[in-house]
């Protein structure tokens, strides 16, 4: 059940709403994007067991694999989570960590949310990694079942592009905001769009194996309904925010329900910036790779702050941030990414 900020506040969770933790999705992975996270205490030793448990080099394919072998489904999921998860680790055992980073909403877009929900306790990492590689996995073997691809319409007015795709049979399976809408479906009808674009428009298609987050991805959701049986989710722990409708989820099970139900559903990341606005969020905390959503937030939600950790060193722009906020000077950007 899906219940509202009050009713989080009425059972006893405390949070600030001020900073909020995002978790990137495939296509933000970069070669060698884990090289520097290895030096981290401890993290050799994480690695190598998510490496056993998803049966894949994660630390060959983080630091010298290069850019057409990580971007396979299966491999680009469970290493994004992986290094998400392995820098939060990071940040969240910080001694001094205030209290709005230790119960700061989390969001994450696509596989990211599965980082997002072990944040808030409702997966181990452990066995966010695990959900990871199954659905890489399940995806991939879909995507080869249906010749399928996606491409991104950016800019034009939202009802001609939704009439577009609607013509040609196409799903918009990312709503980003910002005027970005990710089309999905037959690659034919992603070529007539390319050719008959809307009006006002960029139709520029992107490098994925298939139609994600479309019905085309139905025998991965049935694979994962499955691979989740064996889980127990427990309750968030901090507000965490569903890709479905941008809702604060307060109960592990309807958050692994929608976990897997993820994949053939549009990912309404616009939505989830709608919620970020609405709890009043001024700064925003992307964990590696970073880059994509802090970008996404500085076109949406005008004059919000923007830290991209792309490495530990980004850890220490941390305190910056939380030292600006207690002064009131919020509307900053530490991440070195332009608008």
Not at 83 to 99: F, G, I, K, V, Y
Not at 273 to 283: G, K, N, V, Y
């Amino acid at each position: 059940m899906t219940a509202s900020i009050t009713a989080m506040a009425s059972q006893g969770v405390q949070w600030t709403p001020m900073i909020a933790l995002l978790a990137p999705g495939q296509g933000a992975q970069a070669p060698g994007m884990l090289t520097p996270w290895l030096e981290v205490e401890g993290a050799q030793d994480r690695i190598a067991a998510w490496s056993g448990s998803a049966g894949l080099d994660l630390r060959r394919l983080g630091t010298t694999a290069d850019a057409e072998e990580i971007k396979d489904t299966a491999v680009a999921q469970p290493l994004i989570v992986a290094l998400s998860l392995l820098a939060a680790e990071q940040l969240l055992r910080r001694l001094d960590l205030p209290t709005s980073i230790a119960a700061a909403p989390a969001a994450g877009h696509s596989v990211g949310e599965l980082a997002a929900s072990a944040i808030a306790g409702v997966l181990t990492s452990d066995e966010a990694v695990e959900l990871a590689t199954v659905r890489g996995r399940e995806m991939a073997a879909a995507c080869a079942l249906v010749s399928t691809g996606m491409s991104a319409v950016l800019g034009g007015d939202p009802d001609d592009v939704a009439a577009a795709l609607a013509q040609l049979e196409l799903d918009a399976a990312n709503r980003n905001g910002a005027g970005q809408v990710v089309a999905a479906g037959r690659l034919d009808a992603l070529a007539a769009l390319a050719a008959h674009k809307p009006a006002r428009t960029r139709v520029i298609p992107l490098p994925v194996a298939g139609a994600f987050h479309t019905r085309f991805m139905a025998p991965a959701e049935r694979a994962l309904t499955e691979y989740a049986a064996q889980l127990t989710a427990k309750n968030p722990t901090r507000p965490l925010l569903s890709n479905t409708d941008g809702q604060v989820i307060c109960e592990g099970a309807e958050m692994l329900a929608r976990l897997v139900a993820q994949v053939t559903r549009p990912v309404r990341w616009d939505s989830c910036m709608a919620t970020l606005r609405a709890l009043d969020i001024t700064a925003t905390i992307e964990l590696p790779p970073a880059g994509t959503l802090s970008g996404l937030v500085k076109r949406d939600l005008k004059g919000t702050a923007t830290l991209a950790l792309k490495t530990p060193d980004d850890l220490d722009k941390v305190a910056d941030l939380i030292a600006d906020h207690s002064r009131g000077a919020s509307r900053a950007d530490y991440s070195g990414i332009p608008a």
